[in-house]
């Protein structure tokens, strides 16, 4: 996760502690040598909607095999264990769990910041009360686009009003909460519609995600966008955060899953500004790139541990058979032992770039799924040869 704001304005959120820390440097196992990973825990795979980019392939079917709640709770008491700062619920849609309130309230009691991820297409005002008053940090929306657009991705007629009535109920009542957004073919022209909307809305942040090819998402590999409309849809953004800032609008601005975002602001601004170059390539060198598989992993509902959320045919144990904790530090596993030491592994231009120890090799799950090889080259990385330093 790149924050554009923070690197081009210094601005602090909560995650900014997280992701740009002196402590993270060389972490094997966690944000930093003292705290574990940042975990996504998709609750449920049951959801309401039907996205054509969902990773977990959800759908309005019961699942069997989650979690029941005394499954979850132990899983949490192990989460605190192990010092995990944050809990992302996510699904499916987490807020159909009928527990998902008493989860949530029970890991912050743990001092696990609970967050989370949703359509926001279930939440009125008494939800976005509850889920206030329990104490979730964030509320991230998923929206793909503006009305129609929306609903064409979400696979439901109405799914943005409602997503909207839900993002104006967590504005009532003070809750934060952000969008979530897939960079596509069929959406990259609402860019500036986005930006207007979150400013009409008040609505505090926005993450800008490009496209990861896992679940339903694979069917959408020949709709991503090209390497020339990611540097237009980056130009983009930083340009409009920048007008946020100049206007003294307060926008928490952020790109995910392509961490050749952050380089790419760099080496913009160098001809530009060479002193907040200096401070991008600081900042990002801090961040370390990708970190799945160090800082960031998964749980599936039936309680598997992941990589991250999209990499969830890689599997390191099950929290119902052994600690997160435990599993998370045995390196007798090829792939999380790979992730947290992987230049040595990395092939093609990855192996090669000049700034591998800024990116990481970028997302693992989209090489493997366009080469079949875990280890290749990100084919989303954007950055000629001559820039990262092949020609």
């Known amino acids: 996760m790149i924050s554009v704001t923070k690197l081009l304005f210094d601005t602090e959120y909560f995650g900014d502690s997280l992701r740009y820390s002196q402590g993270s440097q060389g972490a094997r196992h966690g944000v930093t040598h003292d705290a574990g990973p940042v975990v996504v825990w998709n609750s449920t795979r049951t959801c309401n909607l039907r996205c054509r980019h969902c990773y977990m392939d959800s759908d309005a079917s019961i699942y069997q095999g989650e979690l029941t709640t005394p499954e979850a709770k132990r899983f949490i008491d192990d989460l605190a264990e192990f010092r995990v700062p944050v809990l992302l619920f996510s699904g499916g849609e987490p807020l159909i769990r009928p527990d998902f309130f008493e989860l949530a309230a029970y890991a912050a009691d743990k001092n696990i910041r609970p967050t989370l991820s949703t359509n926001g297409t279930l939440i009125t005002r008494e939800v976005a009360q509850r889920i206030k008053e329990i104490g979730v940090g964030y ?108 206007r003294g609008l307060k926008k928490e601005i952020l790109t995910v899953d392509n961490h050749c975002d952050g380089i790419y602001m760099y080496l913009k601004m160098l001809p530009e500004d060479p002193q907040r170059a200096a401070r991008i390539k600081q900042l990002i060198s801090l961040n370390g790139g990708n970190r799945s598989g160090i800082a960031f992993g998964e749980v599936d509902p039936c309680g598997y541990v992941h990589p991250d959320q999209f990499t969830q045919h890689h599997t390191f144990g099950n929290v119902r058979e052994r600690k997160f904790g435990e599993i998370w530090t045995d390196l007798s596993q090829p792939i999380l032992a790979g992730l947290k030491n992987r230049q040595g592994l990395l092939q093609g231009r990855c192996a090669a770039c000049r700034f591998l120890d800024r990116c990481n090799g970028n997302f693992r799950t989209r090489a493997e799924a366009v080469t079949g090889d875990f280890w290749a080259a990100d084919p989303a990385c954007y950055l000629t040869d001559e820039e990262i330093g092949l020609v």
């Open 139 to 246: 509320v991230g929306i998923s929206l793909d686009g503006l009305r129609d657009v929306n609903d064409h991705f979400r696979g439901k007629q109405g799914a943005f009003t409602a997503a909207m009535n839900g993002i104006q109920n967590c504005v009532a009542v003070g809750q934060r909460v952000g969008l979530r957004f897939t960079v596509n073919q069929h959406n990259l022209q609402e860019l500036d519609s986005i930006f207007d909307f979150i400013e009409e809305e008040k609505i505090d942040r926005v993450c800008f995600y490009h496209l990861v090819y896992s679940g339903r998402g694979q069917q959408m590999m020949d709709e991503d966008v090209s390497p020339a409309e990611s540097r237009r849809a980056m130009d983009k953004i930083i340009a409009r955060t920048v007008d946020f800032e100049q």
